[in-house]
């Protein structure tokens, strides 16, 4: 298995540029979430689905959007870039119930300029 | 609503000597409690969990942490740490449902 990937690893964007990040789980998990990383807050959700056609929003959703139309796959979509957005991103994944573990992609460093 | 506080942002350590990092929540209902590290340029992976039975719960690469009900506290210990445990190590909480939430992290530096 490959386990979470992600594409791609960097990116750098103007303002106002939209883009998709994609990520893929080859493991089957019903669960799939996107998360951002900022220095000194840890990792906040952003979107999450659990299942195919389902999908929620996060902590921080705003200037982001998602969809889920297959197991595999859970694609972000920034509409507008802004610099607010520079950030690592992390897709992550697992099995419904929360007795199992999430595992988490190798992350997309994003810089807007 | 739960949040996690982790009470060091930085941590510096010796190799071989034991190190402790803390990690209080609040949360007006049962949770369940995770560690999770980052190795540098690396996603994150977990350590360890508390879903519920022992206080103790041991994890990965001989860490180990405690639950505290009364002072809703989890801490993570190592007696003995290795160079290659320098990494961040984050605290995070869910309270049943789907969303965890995470601590800033703190970043444990083992030196030689």
């Known amino acids: 298995n490959a386990g979470v990937t992600q594409t791609p690893k960097f990116q750098v964007l103007k303002t106002g540029q939209s883009m998709t990040l994609q990520c893929a789980q080859d493991?089957?998990?019903?669960?799939m979430s996107w998360y951002r990383q900022d220095p000194g807050m840890g990792l906040r959700l952003i979107h999450y689905s659990v299942g195919a056609g389902i999908t929620d929003q996060g902590e921080v959703p705003n200037g982001y959007n998602v969809s889920r139309s297959t197991t595999e796959d859970f694609p972000l979509r920034l509409l507008s870039a802004a610099p607010s957005q520079t950030s690592v991103y992390f897709c992550a994944s697992r099995i419904a119930g929360v007795l199992y573990e999430q595992y988490f992609g190798p992350g997309t460093r994003l810089t807007v300029t | 609503a739960q949040s996690v506080t982790q009470l060091d942002s930085q941590v510096p350590v010796f190799e071989e000597a034991p190190v402790e990092l803390r990690c209080n929540y609040s949360s007006s209902v049962s949770v369940y409690l995770f560690w999770y590290v980052q190795y540098p340029n690396q996603g994150l992976q977990l350590l360890l969990k508390?879903?519920?039975?022992?206080?103790l719960v041991k994890g990965i690469n001989g860490f180990e942490a405690e639950f505290n009900k009364s002072q809703t506290s989890f801490h993570l210990r190592k007696p003995s740490v290795h160079i290659s445990d320098t990494a961040e190590y984050f605290c995070a909480v869910s309270e049943g449902d789907y969303k965890l939430s995470f601590g800033a992290g703190t970043t444990v530096t083992v030196r030689a």
């Open positions: 508390y879903l519920s039975g022992s206080t």
């Open positions: 493991m089957n998990h019903e669960y």
